[in-house]
């Protein structure tokens, strides 16, 4: 894959980040807040540009990978594995690829499509409807799953005893389902919380 010209949602993506660990090892709500809008606001940028008018792209070996050239929507399937998605997302990511990176695994038995996502020690799975030809996933289909699996991870939040707890889980997840806006809107929320319990 070449090495692209770093892009403005690149350099705003990665100033985000190192902004967000450097919040919350200070516990800084306010600046935790305002740097977690500005990196939605960079992953917007990016994935506006990765709907560029192409059909999804079904990656199913090492060799599909290295042929990657462009940005755009790219579905990983068996044998490949979730690790390898996480992998692929994270290093076009860094080559300033706009690009969202969605994970499927072998149908259910009841004819089901599972979908993964790694974050931070954890793995989140949920399972949609089997596109009509998985061969040729359809852009609205690809969309759909990768905002059920967004929902998927902030819905498991309630598990957590804690706002802290809560919110490590979440931002845990960031890289997981950048694509998702209530993703973003929790984490903002978890930290109203917390700037309330601290007056």
Not at 30 to 45: D, T
Not at 130 to 154: A, H, I
Request: with cysteine; aromatic share 6%; glycine share 6%.
């Amino acid at each position: 894959m070449p090495r692209r010209k770093m892009t403005p949602w690149f350099k705003d993506s990665r100033t985000s980040k190192i902004k967000i660990i450097r919040a919350r090892k200070n516990e800084n709500w306010p600046e935790l807040q305002s740097a977690v809008r500005s990196l939605q606001l960079a992953n917007k940028q990016r994935f506006s540009l990765s709907k560029n008018g192409r059909r999804v792209r079904v990656l199913e070996t090492y060799d599909d990978i290295d042929e990657i050239e462009d940005g755009g929507r790219y579905l990983v399937c068996p044998p490949l594995v979730a690790r390898n998605a996480t992998d692929l997302q994270t290093s076009l990511d860094e080559m300033g690829f706009s690009t969202i990176v969605l994970c499927r695994e072998p149908k259910t038995k009841m004819g089901l499509c599972p979908i993964v996502t790694l974050g931070d020690n954890t793995t989140v799975r949920s399972q949609i409807k089997e596109p009509r030809n998985p061969n040729k996933p359809t852009v609205g289909w690809f969309d759909s799953g990768t905002n059920e699996l967004g929902r998927t991870v902030v819905e498991k939040i309630d598990t957590f005893a804690t706002d802290d707890r809560k919110l490590d889980y979440l931002l845990g997840h960031l890289c997981a389902v950048p694509a998702y806006d209530g993703l973003y809107l929790a984490i903002i929320t978890i930290c109203d919380a917390l700037i309330e319990s601290n007056e």
